[in-house]
T-cell receptor, first 114, second 114 residues
């Protein structure tokens, strides 16, 4: 599955650091971009959702989409040990039906050390 | 109150057996999904049901058969299990068939075929 590439890590940072997580993709038809967080032995949970290019901020989390470069990022400010999890990017061409099929990256495992 | 619950959490079985995984959601969502997360951690959609009707059926072996008795339940039956079926299977639900609603995932069923 090469449509979405994501460095699996692991990524280890000290508490309070700014974390940058990234995905690249090849399908220029992708329009909807999401970040999911998955704790160990749990299902993924939706963190952020963006449509097309641009930035979106929610508390300590900022999602960026650069469609011209086919590159999306998730920034975590003031990282906390509770942020330790696997972060998966996901994207789709359309809103629903078969076009709404979410394509996931492999996930980046993040560890925030106290 | 668990929003999306799957049973069993763990399943170890021999090749050739038939097994079922059950999923129930109490969120009042209209759409339910089955995802497979393989050993390489890729999450890939298998099936999607909206109001008990199949709307996404990705290329999976016909040994896998989903059944939705009502919109709160989506079960997965697997015939003639093979070693390659070993994975974590996640059930998910959303308010509608659009990705923008975000999915609520269950905690997964870890299937090991020996």
């Amino acid at each position: 599955q090469k449509e979405v590439e994501q460095d699996p890590g692991p990524l280890s940072v000290p508490e309070g650091a700014i974390v940058s997580l990234n995905c690249t993709y090849s399908n220029s038809a992708f329009q909807y971009f999401m970040w999911y967080r998955q704790y160990s032995r749990k299902g993924p949970e939706l963190l952020m959702y963006t449509y097309s290019s641009g930035n979106k901020e929610d508390g300590r989390f900022t999602a960026q989409v650069d469609k011209s470069s086919k590159y999306i990022s998730l920034f975590i400010r003031d990282s906390q040990p509770s942020d330790s999890a696997t972060y998966l990017c996901a994207m789709s061409e359309g809103y629903g039906g078969s076009q709404g099929n979410l394509i996931f990256g492999k996930g980046t495992k993040l560890s925030v050390k106290p | 109150d668990t929003a999306v619950s799957q049973t069993p959490k763990y399943l170890v079985t021999q090749m050739g057996n038939d097994k079922s995984i059950k999923c129930e959601q109490n969120l009042g969502h209209d759409t339910m999904y089955w995802y497979k997360q393989d050993s390489k951690k890729f999450l890939k959609i298998m099936f999607s049901y909206n109001n008990k009707e199949l709307i996404i059926n990705e290329t999976v072996p016909n040994r896998f058969s989903p059944k939705s008795p009502d919109k709160a339940h989506l079960n997965l039956h697997i015939n003639s299990l093979e070693l390659g079926d070993s994975a974590v299977y996640f059930c998910a639900s959303s308010r509608g068939p659009g990705v923008v609603y975000g999915y609520t995932f269950g905690s997964g069923t870890r299937l090991t075929v020996v």
